[in-house]
């Protein structure tokens, strides 16, 4: 296709899947039932890290973590003690087990008591002196904070991955993307205002990566973090300000359409 015939084809997309209905399948709808910022962001941090395999699958393990915090994750975090934490013994999604939980517990615990936001988490303390700061140099240095405490296990370290490790960061991405970038229909949250949403980068699962591939907006054989900025420069070519919303486009042409 040329280009501003992709790029219809594209907008076309964004408006079909870039509304409210996305959310009740999508594990984004995890995040949604909560109000409260620092609730959504643990729920959204949750669901994006638990993100793979079948979505009902997915959401139905964030609703049963959840159901073990009380649905009051904010409070769990700050104030829990060893009678709240057994609650979590057992819990199981692919290889993220109990033992991970129980870290990422700490960290939270860690991190909201010295701060009302997880956005700090991905901001080093020389932030407001850098000449740039990309969504690259936050996802790096988020990994390194996160591993940051004494008794991080060493299994863990894989659910946490980052630019400098040369992945993807498909549930990292997709995560800023639902705190940082903002839209009309209220699927993505926008509760975060220091990374902009040009400076975001897309996701990119194995139904996008295809989609984009058949598409030629990719065209490195692997799927790394150079492919995902590669997708993403693309991207800003039909939108520089919130190249990411073409996700919806990307991904629902992949799950829903089988493109």
Not at 154 to 174: D, E
Request: glycine share 2%; charged share 25%; with cysteine.
């Amino acid at each position: 296709m040329e280009f501003l015939e992709l790029k219809d084809f594209l907008d076309i997309k964004v408006a079909q899947y870039n509304r409210s209905n996305f959310i009740t399948n999508d594990p984004i709808c995890i995040p949604h039932r909560f109000s409260k910022k620092q609730d959504i962001e643990i729920a959204a941090f949750f669901a994006a890290v638990l993100a793979w395999g079948q979505r009902k699958t997915i959401i139905n393990k964030c609703t049963d973590l959840f159901d073990r915090m009380d649905n009051d994750p904010y409070n769990f975090m700050l104030h829990h003690g060893d009678e709240d934490l057994r609650r979590l013994l057992n819990f199981k999604h692919r290889t993220f087990n109990d033992t991970d939980l129980l870290y990422f517990v700490s960290f939270f615990k860690h991190h909201y008591t010295l701060s009302d936001s997880l956005e700090t988490a991905f901001l080093p303390s020389n932030f407001s002196q850098l000449e740039s700061f990309t969504a690259e140099h936050a996802l790096n240095h988020f990994r390194t904070y996160f591993f940051s405490l004494p008794d991080s296990p060493r299994r863990t370290v894989k659910h946490i991955s980052s630019p400098a490790q040369k992945s993807t960061c498909k549930r990292l991405n997709m995560f800023l993307r639902w705190m940082v970038r903002k839209d009309q229909a209220g699927v993505d949250f926008g509760v975060w205002t220091t990374i902009s949403p040009a400076d975001l980068i897309c996701p990119c699962d194995v139904h996008v990566d295809r989609v984009a591939r058949r598409l030629d907006l990719i065209t490195r054989k692997q799927t790394d973090w150079r492919t995902a900025v590669e997708l993403t420069t693309e991207l800003r070519k039909f939108d520089p300000l919130d190249p990411v919303k073409y996700d919806f486009a990307l991904f629902g042409l992949g799950i829903e359409e089988k493109f």
